[in-house]
């Protein structure tokens, strides 16, 4: 079994979904007391955040770069980054170390695809439903990326960082979170991507107007996969 190593606080009660659905994966997979080998890094997600508030991405890629060199001397043998507006800096990341980072976009858009789907909503922070870095990685994978409209976005961005990051999950804005979803659908989308890694613990899947895809789950899913598979030597393909 390989070490997973994960780059995770942004924010930690998404880190421990993480941590969680990664186990039981293994368990559900191998039987027994058998679970994964996990090595956690975990941020003080403040100062990303306040880098992120800033624009100050650089520095933000830098904080996670330093993180992912400290993983891989741990000894892990491959990386995720638990969050997923900070994939802006992926690059970043996958360039400071030697071992494969396993992309959130790439494991979360095989899984659309193999749903038979081609047009879905994108759900997160203000920075990843308006800017490129994961919308343009799913349009390469041959998707369309539908996003909330401007008050819709402004709304999300204020539940993620006033609740969500802070354990708290109200029924009034999971309410708010499914009436978007469902205004989504009617522009066409066919499902909705759960891109900020919190989203998922406060509307489950069976409350969504519409199919879920719970980038949480997919990318621990897949991490739990590739541990498990004894000639993964590379990146998640494209």
Same mark, same amino acid.
Request: hydrophobic fraction near 40%.
């Given at each position: ?87 802006? @800096? ?11 980072? @396993? ?42 990326? @539908? ?64 199919? @879920? ?26």
């Amino acid at each position: 079994m390989k070490t997973i190593g994960l780059l995770g606080g942004m924010s930690w009660p998404s880190t421990i979904e993480y941590y969680r659905i990664i186990n039981e994966e293994v368990t559900r997979r191998r039987g027994g007391l058998h679970s994964a080998r996990i090595l956690l890094y975990s941020v003080d997600f403040g100062e990303i955040e306040r880098m992120q508030r800033l624009g100050q991405w650089e520095a933000a890629g830098e904080r996670l770069a330093e993180a992912a060199r400290a993983l891989e001397r741990a000894g892990a043998d491959f990386l995720l980054i638990c969050a997923g507006t900070m994939h802006k @800096v992926a690059q970043s990341v996958r360039q400071a170390i030697r071992i494969p980072l @396993v992309h959130v976009a790439d494991v979360t858009a095989e899984k659309i695809r193999s749903a038979g789907l081609h047009c879905v909503g994108l759900l997160g922070t203000r920075y990843t439903m308006e800017q490129d870095f994961l919308k343009r990685r799913f349009s390469e994978s041959g998707l369309n990326i @539908v996003i909330p409209r401007e008050e819709e976005r402004k709304m999300v961005h204020r539940i993620i960082f006033e609740e969500l990051c802070k354990g708290v999950f109200l029924p009034h804005s999971r309410s708010l979170m499914s009436d978007i979803m469902s205004r989504m659908a009617d522009r066409g989308a066919e499902g909705v991507i759960l891109g900020c890694t919190e989203i998922s613990l406060l509307v489950p899947p069976q409350d969504a107007p519409l199919p @879920v895809f719970d980038t949480t789950v997919i990318h621990a899913v897949s991490a739990a996969e590739m541990a498990l598979e004894a000639d993964f030597q590379g990146d998640r393909p494209r």
